[in-house]
């Protein structure tokens, strides 16, 4: 079936521009989450949702950072007033419904983000 | 302190030769899952072996096997029989099941170069 998808796949913007990133995760899955790694590094939690709320906004850096999931499905994650610390890949992840502690992951193939 | 570590940034392997890639963890939780992915050039994150904190037996998925030493908190990598396509970074991750948000937390990673 269809994995996790991400669009777009790159962004160049100017800073203090506002973007919005868009993860469709796997259908059924309850669960999504979204990551940043900036380069070189490892992946950074954002935020999680669990249906259409979040329970967990610690992740996001600032007020700039803001993500609404609605349907239980598509997510965006909205970043208002870039900076050029901004710049990154963006993964989304989704997972089915919890069971115990295994509930892999899945990843999309990020979106780029570039701030100029 | 860092809750995932691997300690090394990057790492030759003679292909068809096994390599272990390590992971350190630290936490309280009695109860958490240890994840690794494998990240290409490419940059998609891709699932390749999970162990549970109560797994009595080490995990195994085709070539990748997990050495769980549970009272050093390490979880290491082990693959065999290396193959050009192993080529990549790749991530250790933790799963608290007291974490409200669910999400993992990542290892900074460990760069695999496997030569002809």
């Known amino acids: 079936g269809a994995g996790v998808s991400q669009s777009p796949s790159n962004k160049v913007t100017e800073k203090g521009k506002d973007v919005e990133l868009r993860c469709d995760p796997i259908?059924?899955?309850?669960?999504l989450y979204w990551y940043r790694q900036s380069l070189g590094q490892g992946l950074e939690f954002l935020i999680y949702?669990?249906?259409?709320?979040?329970?967990?906004k610690s992740g996001l850096p600032s007020d700039r950072f803001s993500a609404e999931r609605t349907g239980g499905s598509v997510s965006t994650l909205t970043i208002q007033r870039t900076q050029q610390e901004d710049s990154a890949v963006y993964l989304c992840a989704s997972s089915p419904v919890r069971q115990g502690n295994r509930d892999e992951q899945y990843f999309g193939p990020g979106t780029r983000l570039t701030v100029t | 302190a860092q809750k995932i570590t691997q300690t090394q940034p990057g790492m030759f392997v003679q292909e068809k030769e096994a390599v272990t890639l390590d992971c350190t963890y630290d936490?309280?939780?009695?109860?958490?899952?240890l994840f690794w992915y494998k990240q290409p050039s490419s940059g998609e994150m891709i699932f390749l072996i999970y162990q549970g904190s109560y797994d009595q037996q080490n995990a195994t998925e085709g070539r990748y096997s997990l050495n769980f030493q549970k009272a050093r908190k390490s979880a290491n990598l082990v693959i065999s029989a290396s193959q050009l396509g192993d080529s990549a970074m790749y991530f250790c991750a933790m799963r608290e099941v007291n974490n409200a948000g669910n999400m993992l937390t990542f290892g900074g990673g460990t760069r695999l170069m496997v030569k002809p």
């Open positions: 949702f669990q249906g259409n709320s979040a329970p967990d």
């Open positions: 936490t309280s939780d009695p109860s958490y899952g």
């Open positions: 259908s059924g899955h309850t669960a």
